[in-house]
């Protein structure tokens, strides 16, 4: 009996935590739209019904279950009430709660290097945060696994949560990454989905938890069904409740919502569906008692969650399927349009109300020395994280020194440089870790994974050992260095993403690589682009790329992916057209890596095999340093002529025609120069500092590498020529101002030869002199 009254004094005051944690969520949201000055008009916005919905779930497993060793990822539109349990514990700031998507303020959603209180993942692209904590548990595993001797290398092991909302699982991503075959194996893994039932526009017709949870078993999960509270268990255990139980189990969604939305006379006519048992039950219930079982849903139910989370398994990963309803406990509940409504402010009032607070005293705390005070505090003493230790990065050579003879790729120069890595600077090579999806011998990174062996939680035997005729060894085992994940390259990113982040997270930079062919870039770009803005610094390569992967076709031919690293913010750009070049840009991405202020880095590579004589790599070691500088600043001069009257300057693949159409413009009489461009992104850059027009938190460019590779006294007309759409390197005759002539790819490509796609696609030789001469002769 003192344990069943310690049992129910602790629910009462988990209780108080709970009304405390949904008061504060929804006058986060009020003070945003109702109280805080709005001169331009614009909603603010919030997602009061979405959050109330969360409480319980959160409150539950902040209060009782979570270590300060997890890691939790919020669904989006439950912001308020991360933010809410954060000003509980003494984490947040009383002056940020008015300050909901305020500049400065509480960002709309949970983000990592934007909130001011602890957020362990940025969430809001849906389906990638839901994720991420998969991703999360990969990379700490890995890190462990590879620097568990280090001091300070290895982490004590926590729990990866996600909460998210059922409509969620819609996305894509999140079955890609469910699926993955090396995710069963990840017993740290929970997912606690609130099952609401309603998305953004409508409430969801049909049952899927059925569906859904057939699939997250045959994936190897446990699945844990939160659906009844306590008084909808007791109601079922009486007579009639089976019928009632029958009921509900095969009312539609829709039905169910509409039954939240009705009084007590209203549920008495249309619950019982013409059953004489399930009228007598509920004919047995007070109007209060029934109004307050048909919502007694299990993810309102601080002890069926108590007993949920006690049985979270460790072999496995976890989904608990915890049902909620949308805006509970406020006057929207259960309104199918409740998505993105607002309480107004006499119902903000009534709430108050309703929970014993005062409306005008918002962010009252419960007192310290009460016991919701106490249990803040307990929660906020086990939660407390210790500082994470700061390692920097290990330091990277800048040039192997090496100058590469004879014909090469820039692709097979990736895999040489990495493999040159290991030797020269054999520390750094350790926290090179790469990911392919499925494609690692077609981007050459077979070498790679024959010298450092794959990943993998446990050591697998390679039954092809034994092989002579096997060239690439899979030896799977924890301390490799690559990561091979199915073909889905939104895992890619996903995972990159955190490896990028072990950094700020555990202490310990990584360097981590992802290549895939370049065409399905931008498939992986949100995401990427996401993890980035996450704070996770990675190097993404492409290869192959452009059309000058001929005889593939169209499906495999890159058009637009040049200019990404233009737009895409805290990223650097490289396409290099020579193996050195390759190497350098490679040097340059890594040391930027695991650091703050650092940033990633994408690499667009081309499998055309190119003379590496063309470079002309100066032999004097001080020229040779003046020359890597200028490639990894973006651009330098490759070819100069006396008095030229146009100029060349082509990128990638391209060059050997742009060097091609100099000679034969020189034979003519028009003496050209020819600029290999490395990085349009760091060029625009430069270009803007020059201007002034550096933004807040933008990296500033550095305008000498505009002097240097397009100095004013060289101006002239200009062509410029890559094996991509022509607008990514047009901005260049703003440099100078100069007439210009953009050529490159503008339409799918087709199977052929390069000769007869640079030919269709005016980017050969002769089209190059052709617009050459127009500007000349103009």
């Known amino acids: 009996m003192t344990e069943l009254r310690q049992e129910a004094t602790d629910l009462q005051t988990l209780g108080e935590i709970e009304r405390r944690v949904l008061w504060l969520s929804t006058a986060i949201v009020h003070h945003a739209n109702r109280v805080r000055p709005n001169p331009g008009g614009l909603k603010v916005g919030g997602h009061q019904a979405s959050s109330a919905s969360m409480v319980s779930i959160m409150t539950s497993l902040w209060f009782r279950h979570l270590r300060a060793a997890d890691r939790v990822s919020v669904k989006p539109h439950a912001s308020p009430v991360l933010h809410a349990i954060n000003y509980l514990l003494g984490e947040l700031d009383e002056s940020y709660l008015p300050t909901l998507r305020a500049f400065k303020g509480l960002q709309s959603y949970p983000s990592r ?37 280090d001091s300070n290398g290895s982490q004590r092991a926590g729990r990866q949560y996600s909460l998210l909302g059922d409509a969620e699982l819609d996305e894509g991503a999140v079955w890609e990454a469910i699926v993955d075959p090396g995710i069963a194996e990840m017993g740290e893994i929970v997912w606690v989905v609130d099952v609401n039932r309603q998305s953004l526009d409508r409430v969801v017709p049909g049952i899927a938890a059925d569906r859904l949870r057939g699939m997250f078993e045959a994936a190897g999960w446990q699945v844990i069904t939160l659906k009844y509270g306590r008084l909808l268990d007791e109601l079922f255990a009486r007579d009639g409740g089976d019928v009632l139980r029958r009921r509900i189990d095969a009312m539609p969604n829709p039905e169910y919502q509409r039954l939240l939305r009705c009084d007590a006379t209203e549920l008495r006519r249309r619950l019982p569906a013409g059953d004489a048992a399930l009228a007598g039950l509920i004919g047995g219930l007070d109007d209060t008692a029934l109004t307050l079982a048909i919502r007694n849903l299990g993810g309102h139910d601080l002890a069926a969650l108590d007993a949920a989370y006690g049985a979270v398994a460790d072999d496995r990963p976890t989904i608990i399927l915890a049902y909620t309803i949308k805006g509970q406990g406020l006057a929207l509940e259960g309104h199918p349009q409740n998505h993105s409504a607002l309480l107004t402010t006499e119902q903000i009032a009534e709430l108050a109300a309703q929970l014993g607070t005062d409306a005008a005293r ?124 199915g073909i889905a390259e939104t895992n890619l990113v996903g995972l990159l993403g955190e490896l990028g982040a072990t950094w700020s997270r555990w202490g310990r930079p990584l360097f981590p690589i992802g290549v895939l062919y370049d065409p399905f870039v931008e498939r992986a770009l949100e995401p ?27 499906a495999h031919q890159s058009i637009t992916t040049p200019s990404i690293g233009i737009e895409q913010p805290g990223c650097v750009s490289y396409e290099p057209a020579f193996a050195t070049d390759t190497e350098w840009c490679l040097l340059a991405s890594l040391a930027r890596l695991g650091r703050p202020g650092g940033s990633s880095a994408y690499l667009r590579l081309s499998t055309r095999p190119v003379s590496q004589a ?36 082509a990128m990638g693949a391209l060059v050997p025609e742009a060097l091609a159409a100099a000679e034969r413009l020189a034979a003519a009489g028009v003496p050209a120069d020819v600029v290999c461009v490395t990085s349009p992104g760091l060029l625009f850059r430069a270009l803007r500092a020059r201007q002034g027009l550096v933004g807040s938190g933008v990296p500033a460019g550095e305008p000498w590498i505009l002097d240097q590779a397009f100095p004013a006294t060289r101006a002239t007309p200009l062509v410029t020529v890559l094996d991509g759409h022509p607008h990514t390197l047009a901005f260049l005759a703003t440099i100078n101002r100069v007439p210009h002539a953009a050529l490159g790819v503008a339409q799918f490509g087709q199977s052929g030869s390069i000769e007869d796609l640079y030919r269709d696609n005016g980017i050969d030789t002769d089209s190059i002199i052709r617009a050459a001469l127009d500007l000349a002769s103009s």
Do not use: M
């Open 113 to 149: 290097v934007k909130d001011p209180d602890p957020v362990d993942y940025s969430t809001g692209s849906v389906g990638i945060g839901a994720t991420a904590p998969i991703w999360g548990a990969v990379a700490r595993r890995y890190l462990n696994d590879r620097f568990a001797g």
């Open 362 to 485: 918002p962010w009252h705390r419960p007192a310290p020395d009460s016991a919701a005070g106490a249990l803040c505090e307990q929660t906020a003493r086990r939660l407390r994280r210790p500082p994470v230790p700061s390692h920097a990065p290990p330091e990277l050579p800048a040039d192997f020194g090496r100058t590469p003879t004879g014909v090469a790729t820039t692709q097979a120069a990736l895999g040489r440089a990495l493999l040159d890595l290991t030797r020269e600077a054999p520390e750094a090579a350790r926290r090179v870790v790469t990911v392919s999806p499925d494609v690692s011998s077609s981007t050459n990174l077979g070498g790679w994974v024959n010298k450092v062996g794959v990943w993998s939680a446990r050591e697998r035997l390679d039954w092809f050992a034994d092989d002579a005729e096997t060239i690439l060894h899979w030896r799977e085992k924890p301390t490799g260095q690559h990561i091979e994940l």
């Open 528 to 554: 990427w682009s996401f993890g980035i803005y996450a704070g996770g610094q990675s190097i993404l390569v492409g290869t192959p790329s452009g059309v000058s992967l001929a005889p593939e076709g169209g």
């Open 614 to 649: 063309l470079a002309g790599v100066p032999a004097d070691p001080a020229a040779r340093e003046r020359r890597r500088r200028q490639v990894v600043a973006g651009a330098y001069p490759l070819r100069r002529r006396e008095h030229p009257k146009v100029t060349i300057a």
